[in-house]
């Protein structure tokens, strides 16, 4: 796993995702870092998964995928990072650690190896 600090982007503006030979995409997060929900906003209790499950619709590649996890999950997810997993990595270790965020232990999910260090 490669991290990096990633440029925090507002919620209220776009995020670009793209894959291998794809034009890019623009993403808009809702704008629920404005609505309040308790202590925080709701962009602090919600996740966001959004990407695809092929990174070249022409080779029906499933590697490298483009994925954006946003929200704090309240509580459970850093932000402000770009994490980059090792080539290959099946998406379902994603689901499984984001099932783990949600207080569903699973040892195994689809094809995963494992859950990954969301």
Same mark, same amino acid.
């Given at each position: 796993?490669?991290?990096?600090?990633?440029?925090?982007?507002?919620?209220?503006?776009?995020?670009?995702?793209?894959?291998?030979?794809?034009?890019?995409?623009?993403?808009?997060?809702?704008?629920?870092? !404005? $609505?309040?929900? #308790?202590?925080?906003?709701?962009?602090? /209790?919600?996740?966001?998964?959004?990407?695809?499950? %092929? @990174? &070249?619709?022409?080779?029906?590649?499933?590697?490298?995928?483009?994925?954006?996890?946003? !929200? $704090?999950?309240? #509580?459970?997810?850093?932000?402000?990072? /770009?994490?980059?997993?090792?080539?290959?990595?099946? %998406? @379902? &270790?994603?689901?499984?650690?984001?099932?783990?965020?949600?207080?569903?232990?699973?040892?195994?999910?689809?094809?995963?190896?494992?859950?990954?260090?969301?």
């Amino acid at each position: 796993m490669i991290e990096q600090e990633a440029r925090r982007v507002p919620c209220q503006s776009s995020a670009h995702a793209g894959g291998a030979g794809a034009s890019a995409r623009r993403f808009r997060l809702p704008t629920f870092g !404005g $609505a309040s929900d #308790g202590d925080r906003n709701l962009l602090d /209790h919600s996740m966001f998964l959004y990407g695809s499950s %092929m @990174s &070249n619709g022409n080779q029906h590649d499933h590697d490298p995928l483009p994925v954006l996890l946003a !929200g $704090a999950a309240a #509580g459970q997810l850093k932000g402000g990072r /770009h994490i980059t997993y090792a080539p290959h990595t099946p %998406m @379902s &270790n994603l689901l499984l650690s984001i099932l783990d965020k949600f207080g569903v232990r699973q040892e195994r999910f689809g094809d995963s190896t494992g859950p990954l260090e969301v």
